[in-house]
């Protein structure tokens, strides 16, 4: 029982990390001016842990959702080799 519960502890660090790294990216190091206000929300980890799909809100209109939606997919590349 403290295995798995040693375990859960590690995977909710390791997604809170992820969470907090990709949001300072996000609103420092990501110089694209199509990314506009967004947040990150969740992080939900795969199981074996190697991979993750990270969900984000974009505050604005649906142009601006668009916009800083294609600007982090452009981004995407960047972001992967920094987090690892």
């Given at each position: 029982?403290?295995?798995?519960?040693?375990?859960?502890?590690?995977?909710?660090?390791?997604?809170?990390?992820?969470?907090?790294?990709?949001?300072?990216?996000?609103?420092?190091?990501?110089?694209?001016?199509?990314?506009?206000?967004?947040?990150?929300?969740?992080?939900?980890?795969?199981?074996?842990?190697?991979?993750?799909?990270?969900?984000?809100s974009v505050d604005g209109d649906?142009?601006?959702?668009?916009?800083?939606?294609?600007?982090?997919?452009?981004a995407r590349a960047y972001i992967?080799?920094?987090?690892?």
């Amino acid at each position: 029982m403290p295995e798995q519960r040693a375990k859960a502890h590690h995977r909710n660090r390791v997604i809170g990390t992820l969470r907090d790294e990709i949001a300072i990216m996000i609103e420092g190091e990501l110089s694209d001016p199509r990314i506009g206000l967004c947040h990150v929300t969740e992080v939900v980890l795969a199981p074996g842990g190697k991979s993750a799909r990270v969900f984000i809100s974009v505050d604005g209109d649906e142009a601006t959702e668009l916009s800083t939606r294609e600007g982090l997919m452009a981004a995407r590349a960047y972001i992967r080799s920094e987090v690892r």
